[in-house]
């Protein structure tokens, strides 16, 4: 099962499958990392919050 380089959190094949590169299975961050998002090649600190 696909899991969150960033938290652990565990994530469907889906998702792994849209949000990774082809050659990655895991994805750097996931919806459970509230404070951090992808940027280019690496996974940053948001600026703004991305509360509901």
Request: glycine share 6%.
């Amino acid at each position: 099962m696909p899991e969150c380089q960033n938290c652990g959190a565990f994530v469907t094949a889906a998702y792994a499958r849209v949000f990774t590169p082809r050659d990655v299975d895991e994805p750097r961050v996931c919806p459970e990392c509230e404070d951090k998002i992808r940027d280019g090649s690496d996974v940053r600190k948001t600026r703004s919050p991305r509360g509901n």
